[in-house]
């Protein structure tokens, strides 16, 4: 059964400090991973897509990485702001098309 | 920049009526998606189209149905709905063609539905 999850559900830091959210799948026949943002309320936005052949993806302070062996992926924000407060998904699309995502983890940046 | 349109935010409608909800991209895209999002749920595949008049059924597609008229537009049905069908409804889409899976999926903002 494809599985995505992802640890922590929740997470409180405060502002300025590094962090890393993290995914884990459970076939590695995946096409690619998508990391979400979602606001209250909100539909998704989509933050940044890892093919299956990358590693890593960068945009601003967001990175995210891929390790397709472990089924593992990671978001990691840097410098923390309140406004980074949201809830983040991943969604990993297989190799069959299929698209599954995890339940989220819901980050609270203190100001 | 892609936009998926949702056509109501909030809607509040009563047990045994018919609902629809309406979902339009501009970007061209064959695939589109129908979600719900729940607590403790995360999201859940309803129904899917790759292409016009074309439907496919997700993980939970009883109590729904979906038309596919044009490329651009994809609406959910619930045929009689129930309270149990209160949710958020979110639409997405994604392109098709070949060679292109590795593009992004694109969301709309939601409809939060409340039946009563």
């Known amino acids: 059964k494809q599985e995505v999850t992802q640890i922590p559900a929740a997470l409180s830091v405060p502002e300025g400090e590094n962090l890393v959210l993290n995914c884990s799948f459970t076939?590695?026949?995946?096409?690619?991973l998508q990391w979400f943002r979602q606001d209250p309320g909100k539909g998704l936005t989509s933050l940044l897509l890892i093919q299956s052949s990358q590693r890593e993806q960068t945009s601003g302070r967001l990175n995210a990485s891929l390790d397709k062996s472990s089924g593992r992926s990671t978001l990691y924000i840097a410098a923390s702001q309140p406004g980074d407060s949201a809830t983040y998904l991943c969604a990993v699309l297989y190799n069959n098309n299929d698209m599954r995502f995890g339940a989220g983890t819901r980050l609270t940046v203190k100001p | 920049d892609v936009k998926v349109t949702q056509s109501s935010r909030y809607l509040v409608k009563r047990t045994g009526e018919k609902v629809f909800l309406e979902c339009v991209q501009d970007m061209d895209h064959e695939n589109m998606f129908w979600y719900r999002q729940d607590p403790g749920l995360g999201l859940r595949l309803i129904y899917f189209s790759y292409d016009v008049k074309m439907k496919e059924k997700g993980d939970i597609p009883e109590g729904y149905s979906v038309s596919r008229e044009k490329k651009e537009r994809f609406s959910l049905i619930l045929e009689s709905a129930s309270t149990n069908q209160t949710s958020m409804y979110l639409c997405?889409?994604?392109?098709?063609?070949?060679?292109?899976?590795?593009?992004?999926?694109?969301f709309g903002d939601g409809t939060r539905l409340s039946i009563l």
């Open positions: 076939d590695s026949a995946i096409y690619n």
């Open positions: 997405a889409s994604r392109t098709g063609a070949t060679g292109t899976r590795n593009q992004p999926q694109h």
